[in-house]
């Protein structure tokens, strides 16, 4: 396992503004999307980068004269259209991450400039993103997400901007601060940091997940911001790591792998060629994981605890509300379909009786 920087300096920097817009969709919009083409890496070799780390938290070491940076620049820029103003803003993003200053015009402001990666490195990122479709976030190595900087890496699912709303939806939660939590398929344990940072001295996250790689993303995340105390990460299929908390939780918390297996092939190559395939596929109808998860619920929630699950929207939601209040009425009650910010019915959440 690489070892990962942690620079206080870089951690307590301002959030650059990042708009949202353009960044990955949402896993759902996958019918809109570009057919599938054969994956490409234009600069040869891994898809995925030697060194892991993400670009913000490397040592600014590579020093390079600042009419080198500029050319870069000026090459860079010249590899994208403009009328494609997203990738401008992300060659401005990246620079701002591998310079030392945090700036996206460093190659006017210093010479020579400190680059948290050799010339080299940039140019083949830049190359990977624009060429190869490579998600943004992968390039650098994370995602602006809430008021967090998450680490990302390929193997990860990055984090969604509608999925920021279930932790606003669990902070609602009477108990919320003391109660035991399980985030289930944490990916890059955004969710179980984000909610770690509201909990009160009693409170616990349970964050898991069958991907390693994701665990190991999210160990780094957790450290990152100071919650190990309040984050025990675990290895293992859905509830199966959870026994020993049986009937304690406060909450459940999943956004689970929910697009339909016969959508994977209509996924925009930024999803369908790099994100991972455990993340995303929901096997038939998108349910499989929801499903289980549903089955499982009752055995793990205290009485009256909550339960919130993504889905891929509308149809998926009302589906699972209408098989929640009728198949296990007895268990659960005041269970709803709740609104993402782009009026979809994306969540599903209820209390156990
Ligand atoms: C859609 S991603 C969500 C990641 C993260 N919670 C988020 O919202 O960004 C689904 C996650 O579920 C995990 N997963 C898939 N199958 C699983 C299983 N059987 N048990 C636990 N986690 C699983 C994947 O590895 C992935 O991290």
Same mark, same amino acid.
């Given at each position: 396992m690489a070892t990962l920087v942690f620079s206080p300096a870089a951690f307590l920097r301002p959030k650059p503004l990042r708009c949202r817009l353009l960044l990955p969709k949402p896993l759902a919009s996958a019918s809109s999307l570009t057919p599938p083409t054969p994956r490409a890496d =234009? &600069? @040869? @070799?891994?898809?995925?980068? =030697?060194?892991?780390? +993400?670009l913000f938290l490397r040592p600014a070491s590579h020093r390079l004269p600042a009419a080198a940076l500029a050319a870069f620049r000026r090459r860079a820029a010249a590899l994208v259209p403009p009328s494609a103003p997203h990738l401008h803003r992300h060659l401005r993003w990246l620079l701002a991450d591998a310079t030392a200053a945090n700036d996206p015009d460093p190659a006017s402001r210093s010479d020579p400039a400190l680059l948290r990666a050799p010339l080299d490195d940039l140019e083949a990122m830049w190359l990977r993103h624009v060429r190869g479709r490579r998600p943004f976030q992968y390039v650098v190595g994370n995602e602006h997400w809430r008021d967090l900087v998450v680490a990302v890496r390929e193997g990860v699912l990055i984090p969604r +901007? !509608?999925? !920021?709303?279930v932790v606003d939806m669990v902070k609602? &939660? !009477? @108990? %919320?601060?003391d109660g035991w939590w399980a985030d289930l398929g944490t990916g890059s344990g955004a969710i179980a940091v984000a909610v770690a940072r509201e909990l009160g001295a009693g409170g616990r996250v349970f964050a898991t997940d069958v991907s390693e790689v994701a665990l190991e993303v999210a160990r780094l995340n957790v450290q990152r911001y100071g919650v190990q105390d309040k984050v025990e990460i675990r290895h293992g299929s859905? %509830? !199966?790591?959870l026994e020993d908390v049986k009937g304690k939780l406060m909450g459940v918390i999943s956004n689970p792998p929910y697009i339909p297996t016969v959508d994977l092939p209509g996924l925009q190559p930024e999803v369908g060629w790099h994100e991972p395939m455990l993340a995303l596929d929901g096997g038939k109808d998108g349910l499989e994981h929801l499903l289980h998860l549903c089955e499982g619920l009752s055995s793990v929630l205290k009485p009256g605890g909550f339960f919130i699950f993504e889905t891929n929207g509308d149809k998926q939601s009302e589906f699972l509300v209408d098989l929640i209040s009728t198949k296990w009425s007895s268990s659960f009650r005041n269970v709803e379909a709740v609104l993402d910010f782009a009026d979809i019915k994306r969540f599903v959440t209820g209390y156990r009786r």
């Amino acid at each position: 396992m690489a070892t990962l920087v942690f620079s206080p300096a870089a951690f307590l920097r301002p959030k650059p503004l990042r708009c949202r817009l353009l960044l990955p969709k949402p896993l759902a919009s996958a019918s809109s999307l570009t057919p599938p083409t054969p994956r490409a890496d =234009p &600069v @040869g @070799g891994s898809d995925s980068d =030697p060194d892991p780390t +993400p670009l913000f938290l490397r040592p600014a070491s590579h020093r390079l004269p600042a009419a080198a940076l500029a050319a870069f620049r000026r090459r860079a820029a010249a590899l994208v259209p403009p009328s494609a103003p997203h990738l401008h803003r992300h060659l401005r993003w990246l620079l701002a991450d591998a310079t030392a200053a945090n700036d996206p015009d460093p190659a006017s402001r210093s010479d020579p400039a400190l680059l948290r990666a050799p010339l080299d490195d940039l140019e083949a990122m830049w190359l990977r993103h624009v060429r190869g479709r490579r998600p943004f976030q992968y390039v650098v190595g994370n995602e602006h997400w809430r008021d967090l900087v998450v680490a990302v890496r390929e193997g990860v699912l990055i984090p969604r +901007p !509608e999925t !920021e709303a279930v932790v606003d939806m669990v902070k609602r &939660v !009477e @108990g %919320f601060a003391d109660g035991w939590w399980a985030d289930l398929g944490t990916g890059s344990g955004a969710i179980a940091v984000a909610v770690a940072r509201e909990l009160g001295a009693g409170g616990r996250v349970f964050a898991t997940d069958v991907s390693e790689v994701a665990l190991e993303v999210a160990r780094l995340n957790v450290q990152r911001y100071g919650v190990q105390d309040k984050v025990e990460i675990r290895h293992g299929s859905w %509830f !199966e790591p959870l026994e020993d908390v049986k009937g304690k939780l406060m909450g459940v918390i999943s956004n689970p792998p929910y697009i339909p297996t016969v959508d994977l092939p209509g996924l925009q190559p930024e999803v369908g060629w790099h994100e991972p395939m455990l993340a995303l596929d929901g096997g038939k109808d998108g349910l499989e994981h929801l499903l289980h998860l549903c089955e499982g619920l009752s055995s793990v929630l205290k009485p009256g605890g909550f339960f919130i699950f993504e889905t891929n929207g509308d149809k998926q939601s009302e589906f699972l509300v209408d098989l929640i209040s009728t198949k296990w009425s007895s268990s659960f009650r005041n269970v709803e379909a709740v609104l993402d910010f782009a009026d979809i019915k994306r969540f599903v959440t209820g209390y156990r009786r």
